[in-house]
């Protein structure tokens, strides 16, 4: 079987492969990361959405020997040593962007990429067209929408709606 | 899926080397296309050529008054390419149109462009701007290359490796998609173009882009979204689904024409 | 130490304690379960809608590298393995008990449905299963099939049972005819209207998932599932299907991703793996990928109805008459038929003082995959023919579409208010929403910003939508004597450990509602234990001692009133603990927010000393009360609870291309007491997201042999970021006034009350082209198919 070595979360892994696995089976099998979800068979949810290099992939829609030598993060690997949330995730909860939870790794991981590809800051319109490849059924991504608003706020260090909503 | 061997080349030549010995090998770029196809096991390649590793792949240049994209070049780098941008807009913004985020991350030109599926957006911008497909073996106007839906001039194992596009005097593009994949059910890409007004049309058309010739001398007469207003495609040339009828991608590809135009400006 | 800031109680827009898993990729959903020795099953499904099995040869998949085994029908049916209960019996209007064919888990002789399973290989890994899966060999000779709600009736039709004549499950009514035929006769205007309710898929984003375990030792069997009701699911799957008691099987639920009514039932695949991990000996995984979720999750709404309306010459409401056709599917699912029945027919009668009314609803059998209840469950389809009816009936005679509302209103003098279809309604103010509603959506101005779009080529139009439901089902005699083979009570049990700390068990299930903190917050705010140190425990039967589950928006109404049951008698209890230690009268000890104190004086204890004592009983009146602080409660709702309110919609349609876009959503809804305001908005803004797909965007649809053509996510469309408008949800608040709470429910009124506000707005947009009525989903295609024809009319 082929052999692949990547970096997932800073740790870096060797695994054995078929070469028809997945990136994402290779995360929730091989190294029992199951916070990256696979919600469809057709690479449209994006539950799976992991980074790869700093962008986002959806890791059901590559193999995981096309990931040969390279740097992934997951869902699991956002939050600091300390348990600190990243902006993003500390967003999600303050907005209540979540309600089963089964969208909110992708969703999170596809976020944090739109907020870094858009270093002017994003309207309510553009981060709705910029979520096109994930789907959540529960919160009519309303306050998935705010929540990105906000933490794109925090994450190119301008006023700190976040801060704000807290203090409230 | 299937199980399958891999291989990683890393030249062209390698590629075209595995390729020619194995007729049931299938080369992937981003695998946007041919991954989605192998996990719903529609097809049973014996191989799967990892084309990622070739570096002379990538990039792109201006050369003179054409740009070169490399076949490897990602969605997302032609969206945020500041020669793309500064020379064919339309069809930067085109990519930042395909697919998703995640898509536009990962997937290729050249990918796209092998692929020719029907409601893919590339082919419809290169029909229209009169690019040439350079492969490892030749150069293909692109007239030549597309051949209908999911089909091309390539031969068994030969790879897409450049894209060169004239640069027009402008272009624009418009697309409604299928609301459910979001793929274009119908799109227009109208270029005037030292060759003159060329008008590509994709996701509509029952065997893949086409040239949309009325339209063409419409606008070159009269380059104007009033021009094309009273062209319609015939239905019985394009295809229809449960979201589009033939009749209804005809009336559309009017609007996205006229769209199209004012997209150009 | 107990100390409560003033915010975690009712009230508070407390954040979600669940959230910090969830963010982090740490929940555990099905899937992510793997137990030792794990093997992987697929299911074999048919891709006919309407066949013979002739013939199955395993032999060369059986032989296919890490095949463990494979099952077919037939090896079920020689161990007696029980069909697929239903779980509520329609009678016929002459009293006959309704067709009820036989459901086999696997397919015996005869598949019915695309996605019907056929067989089920269990190998060590998923993709061995798969390819042995393709290598099975199933000699079918397909039938003729029939998958239209109204085709299944005609003559001739292809027949789905043997033991369903006709394809007719059951014709049922409710009402007064004889009354509703004088109505009519009087009547000064008549208006009649037939739509069609869409076929929906539910499509929670996690994908159903099942784990069969089995110890070979004890003989206990574990069931791991993604359910809405495990307790539920122990109770069928154990008594009826595979005859194991329930101190034998243990069925847990843990996070589940979603859930929407789709994950209440029963399902085959349930069995399957827990049967077959008996007979293999090792825990057996079940995932389902998404297409095969389309093809076997049940399926939603799928009605077609005419309704007429009985107006006098004031605009007054006399009458209504309502047929519906009910499409079930080629099985009944567990609750399938009550839903065109109890759940649907009995909210004819919506916020309206309508006199009298009658109903007759047939269902059929299709070849198509069960339909049960989705989100809202048969009061969508009444608050949509209602609804939309109204607006018909309002054009037609010429009246303003709310103040023909508004005249029709029941008053909130009225309540308690008994409706003609079986209803009480306890508590309301139409009038009040309605109000809100068109001050918060400036139905004033809308006249203004209609001109506006039309300037810019787009048309524009609003609608309204005021309704009333049913939920927090519900009395469990009134539900039996309708033909619920279950009772709908629920459970609580509030466990104060020695320390003061609270374990709260409950029978109701969270699938992205919140209970770990909402439930929490109801013991801070009685119990005064602060909600970091309240600890809900739900979906496993072998912690919660039984329950009914999550549906019907029922949790907090049904559940959440067993847990303030529960913490009566903790209160009760601790009273005489602490009139003990306090050497006073039960009579003068007071309990307010974790003080017990003996009245008038300063004499205080904390709940952690009354725990404490009960635990370690040194000084405690040992031969009088028994020691320990755990209390259970069965609660069974005295009726149902009825929120309502009022939805308005702006759309704009793009002529040229025919699409809709949502430029404004306002909702107004009376949930009764809201304990977190923060939770209920995300509800109801998700609810009215899959209304607004409804209205728009969604359709299952077969084409005529019974193939899904919307079979995957390429096809059939759901709703995405772009798609919705940012919407504006306020709350007006009447108590509902027969549960301890006041609450009445909020997850449902989004799904409700929003399509018939959409698709009021579509025809007022459309209101220059003389469109009396489009049905849903108005998807780009069809509306273009609108404006052409009328262009092509006036041409």
């Given at each position: ?168 | ?265 | ?40 099953a697929v299911m074999l499904r048919s891709p006919h809608a309407h066949a013979t099995i002739d013939r199955i040869d395993t ?11 494979i099952f077919v029908g037939e090896d079920m049916a020689a161990e007696a393995i029980g069909g697929i209960p239903c779980g509520w019996q329609i009678h016929n209007k002459d009293g006959s008990p309704m067709a009820e064919p036989m459901h086999p888990a696997l397919a015996l002789g005869k598949v019915r449905h695309v996605g019907d399973p056929v067989a089920v290989v ?11 899966a393709?290598?099975i060999l199933v000699a079918y000779t397909p039938l003729p099939a029939v998958s239209g709600t109204e085709a299944a009736l005609k003559p001739g039709a292809p027949q789905v049972h043997e033991a369903a004549a006709g394809n007719l499950c059951y014709d049922w009514h409710i ?19 037939e739509t069609t309710n869409n076929r929906l898929v539910p499509n929670?984003?996690?994908?159903r998932?099942a ?14 599932t993604?359910s809405q009701n495990?307790?539920v699911i122990r109770l069928l799957m154990g008594a009826f299907v595979l005859h194991i ?15 929407f009514g789709s994950k209440i039932y029963h399902y085959a695949e349930e069995a399957i793996v827990t049967w077959a ?9 079940w995932?389902c990928?998404?297409s095969e979720s389309f093809m076997s999750d049940a399926h939603g709404r799928d009605h077609v109805s005419t ?15 309502v047929h519906t056709l009910a499409n079930m599917g080629a099985y009944l699912s567990t609750f399938a038929p009550c839903v065109p029945t109890y759940l649907y027919a009995t ?12 109903a007759e609803v047939k269902a059929v059998f299709t070849n198509t995959v069960p339909v049960d209840a989705y989100?809202?469950a048969g009061?969508p389809e009444a ?96 539900v039996g004597s309708l033909g619920a083979r279950a ?64 549906y ?147 359709a299952a649809v077969y084409d005529a042999s019974g193939q899904l053509l919307s079979g995957?996510?390429?096809?059939y ?79």
């Amino acid at each position: 079987m082929p052999q692949v070595t990547l970096t997932v979360n800073g740790t870096k892994h060797t695994v054995e492969v078929e070469a028809r696995t997945l990136l994402v089976e290779a995360l929730r099998e091989t190294l029992r990361l199951t916070g990256t979800h696979v919600g469809c068979d057709t690479s449209q949810c994006g539950a799976c959405v992991v980074h790869m290099g700093g962008d986002s992939v959806k890791s059901c829609t590559i193999l995981a020997v096309q990931c040969e030598g390279s740097d992934i993060t997951t869902i699991e690997g956002l939050a600091a040593a300390d348990g600190t949330l990243h902006p993003m995730q500390e967003a999600f909860r303050e907005y209540h962007a979540l309600q089963c939870g089964f969208c909110t790794p992708g969703m999170v991981m596809s976020a944090i990429d739109l907020v870094n590809k858009h270093p002017d800051g994003m309207t309510e319109q553009q981060i709705r067209e910029g979520l096109e490849g994930n789907l959540c059924r529960c919160t009519g991504y309303h306050n998935i929408v705010k929540a990105i608003a906000a933490a794109q706020d925090v994450m190119h260090g301008r006023v700190s709606e976040l801060a704000r909503a807290a203090a409230e | 899926m299937y199980d399958f061997a891999y291989h990683k080349p890393a030249s062209v030549a390698d590629a075209v080397k595995i390729l020619a010995a194995d007729p049931e090998a299938r080369p992937i770029s981003g695998g946007m296309t041919l991954l989605p196809a192998l996990k719903l096991r529609l097809n049973r390649p014996s191989a799967v050529v990892d084309l990622s590793g070739i570096a002379e792949l990538r990039g792109v240049t201006r050369k003179g008054d054409t740009l070169v994209i490399g076949a490897l070049t990602k969605h997302y780098e032609v969206a945020t390419s500041a020669e793309v941008k500064a020379a064919i807009p339309a069809l930067a913004a085109m990519a930042h149109t395909i697919g998703d985020t995640q898509v536009r991350n990962r997937g290729t030109m050249g990918g796209s462009v092998a692929n020719n599926d029907p409601s893919a957006d590339y082919p419809a911008a290169l029909l229209a701007l009169g690019a040439t497909i350079e492969t490892d073996k030749r150069q293909l106007p692109a007239d030549e290359f597309f051949n209908g839906m999911f089909t091309t001039a390539l031969e068994v194992g030969e790879l897409v490796t450049a894209i060169h596009i004239p640069i027009p005097e402008k272009a624009g593009y418009a697309k409604m998609r299928n609301p459910a994949s979001r793929y274009a059910m119908a799109g227009v890409f109208v270029a005037k173009t030292a060759a003159g007004v060329r008008v590509a049309v994709n996701g509509a058309g029952a065997n893949g882009v086409f040239r949309e010739k009325a339209m063409e001398a419409a606008l070159a007469a009269n380059w104007s979204a009033d021009a094309v207003a009273g062209i319609k495609v015939d239905p019985s040339l394009l295809n229809g689904d449960i979201h589009g009828s033939a009749e209804y991608r005809a009336h559309l590809v009017t609007v996205m024409a006229k769209r199209a135009v004012v997209d150009a400006g | 130490m107990n100390v409560v800031t003033p915010f975690e109680g009712i009230g508070a827009s407390l954040r979600r304690k669940e959230d910090f898993r969830f963010l982090q990729g740490r929940g555990q959903y099905v899937d992510d379960i793997n137990r030792p020795g794990q093997t992987h099953a697929v299911m074999l499904r048919s891709p006919h809608a309407h066949a013979t099995i002739d013939r199955i040869d395993t032999a060369a998949a059986r032989a296919m590298p890490g095949v463990k085994a494979i099952f077919v029908g037939e090896d079920m049916a020689a161990e007696a393995i029980g069909g697929i209960p239903c779980g509520w019996q329609i009678h016929n209007k002459d009293g006959s008990p309704m067709a009820e064919p036989m459901h086999p888990a696997l397919a015996l002789g005869k598949v019915r449905h695309v996605g019907d399973p056929v067989a089920v290989v269990i190998a060590e890994t998923k993709a061995q299963a798969r390819d042995a899966a393709e290598a099975i060999l199933v000699a079918y000779t397909p039938l003729p099939a029939v998958s239209g709600t109204e085709a299944a009736l005609k003559p001739g039709a292809p027949q789905v049972h043997e033991a369903a004549a006709g394809n007719l499950c059951y014709d049922w009514h409710i009402g007064d005819k004889a009354a509703q035929e004088a109505a009519f006769a009087r009547a000064a205007r008549v208006v009649k209207f037939e739509t069609t309710n869409n076929r929906l898929v539910p499509n929670a984003m996690e994908p159903r998932a099942a784990i069969g375990d089995f110890d070979a030792f004890s003989g206990d069997y574990t069931l791991y599932t993604t359910s809405q009701n495990p307790h539920v699911i122990r109770l069928l799957m154990g008594a009826f299907v595979l005859h194991i008691p329930e101190s034998k099987l243990r069925v847990v639920a843990p996070d589940v991703g979603g859930g929407f009514g789709s994950k209440i039932y029963h399902y085959a695949e349930e069995a399957i793996v827990t049967w077959a991990a008996g007979k293999v000996k090792r825990p057996i995984k079940w995932t389902c990928e998404r297409s095969e979720s389309f093809m076997s999750d049940a399926h939603g709404r799928d009605h077609v109805s005419t309704a007429e309306l009985a107006l006098d010459a004031e605009g007054k409401i006399l009458g209504l008459k309502v047929h519906t056709l009910a499409n079930m599917g080629a099985y009944l699912s567990t609750f399938a038929p009550c839903v065109p029945t109890y759940l649907y027919a009995t909210l004819l009668s919506g916020v309206y003082a309508t006199p009298v009314i009658y109903a007759e609803v047939k269902a059929v059998f299709t070849n198509t995959v069960p339909v049960d209840a989705y989100r809202g469950a048969g009061r969508p389809e009444a608050t949509y023919l209602l609804e939309r009816l109204m607006d018909v009936a309002a054009a037609e005679a010429g009246l303003d579409k709310v103040e023909f509302r508004r005249r029709n209103f029941i008053r909130p003098d009225q309540f308690p208010y008994q409706t003609p279809v079986a209803l009480q309604y306890d508590s309301g103010d139409y009038h009040a929403t309605l109000a809100m509603a068109l001050e918060a959506a400036d139905w004033a101005g809308f006249e203004g910003r209609r001109a506006a779009a039309k300037a810019q080529g787009r048309l524009r139009g609003i609608g309204i939508s005021t309704y009333v439901e049913a939920c927090g089902i519900a009395p469990s005699a009134v539900v039996g004597s309708l033909g619920a083979r279950a009772g709908l009570y629920e459970v609580g049990t509030i466990r104060v450990h020695p320390t003061g700390s609270v374990t709260v068990l409950t029978g109701a299930h969270s699938h992205g509602q919140g209970h770990e903190t909402t439930f929490a917050q109801l013991v801070a705010d009685k119990l005064g234990v602060p909600t970091a140190n309240v600890d809900i425990v739900h979906g496993d039967t072998a912690k919660v001692p039984f329950g009914m589950g999550t549906y019907g928006s029922r949790s907090l109404a049904v559940g959440g009133s067993a847990m303030d049951k529960a913490m009566d008698k903790i209160i009760a209890k601790g009273k005489r603990i602490a009139a003990h230690l306090m050497e006073a009268s039960v009579e003068d000890v007071e309990f307010e927010r974790g003080t017990f104190r003996v009245a008038g004086t300063d004499r205080t204890k904390s709940l952690t000393d009354i725990s404490l004592a009960a635990y370690v009983p040194h000084n405690y009146p040992i031969d009088e009360i028994e020691p320990g602080l755990e209390e259970t409660a069965f609660y069974d709702p005295k009726n149902f609870t009825y929120p309502g309110g009022c939805h308005i919609c702006e759309v704009e349609i793009d002529p040229d291309t025919g699409r809709t876009t949502v430029v404004n959503f306002t909702a107004v809804d009376d949930v009764g007491r809201v304990i977190n305001p923060m939770i209920v908005e995300g509800q109801v803004q998700g609810g009215i997201a899959q209304g607004i797909g409804q209205a728009l965007l969604e359709a299952a649809v077969y084409d005529a042999s019974g193939q899904l053509l919307s079979g995957s996510f390429m096809d059939y469309t759901m709703p995405r970021a772009g798609d919705l408008p940012d919407v504006g949800v306020a709350t007006h608040t009447t108590l509902c006034t027969h549960n301890p709470l006041g609450v009445k429910g909020c997850g449902e009124v989004g799904a409700i009350g929003s399509p018939p506000a959409v698709m009021n707005a579509v025809v007022d947009a459309l209101r220059d082209y003389g469109v009396r009525h489009v049905e849903m989903p108005a998807t780009p295609q069809k509306i273009w198919g609108i404006v052409n024809a009328h262009r092509i009319a006036a041409e």
